[in-house]
């Protein structure tokens, strides 16, 4: 069967990682998080990084804030909608850790 874009007559956007990493560290920002070569804190606690890389962003959330070590979960973003459901599972993250530390 045919591509289902075909179908409709369009396809979306060519992907631009560079907006893309502007829109995400403004949206990071907008989240309460401060940012620091790459790595957005919270409370002086790295929660996020990201970097430009080959037309894509390579982007990390920590398990859990901690002092010493976090361990990352890395992860690629290729299209609009990576983007997207990064920065919603960042912010479910956020407001977990935020209830926990209450």
């Known amino acids: 069967m045919n591509d289902p ?3 409709w007559g369009f396809a979306p956007p060519p992907f631009n990682a560079d907006q893309a ?3 995400l560290k403004r949206d990071l920002r907008e989240l ?4 620091r070569e ?3 804190e919270k409370r002086g606690l790295a929660v996020a990084r990201l970097q430009l890389q080959d037309n894509t ?3 990390a959330v920590v398990d859990k804030p901690q002092r010493t070590g976090p361990r990352w ?11 997207r459901d990064f920065t919603a ?3 479910r993250k956020l407001a977990q850790w935020s209830d926990s530390d209450d």
């Open 5 to 7: 874009q075909d179908a």
């Open 89 to 91: 599972a960042l912010k």
């Open 57 to 59: 962003l390579q982007a």
């Open 32 to 35: 309460g998080l401060a940012e």
């Open 73 to 83: 979960q890395a992860q690629t973003l290729r299209d609009g909608a990576a983007v």
């Open 38 to 40: 790459g790595v957005f």
């Open 21 to 23: 990493l502007q829109r």
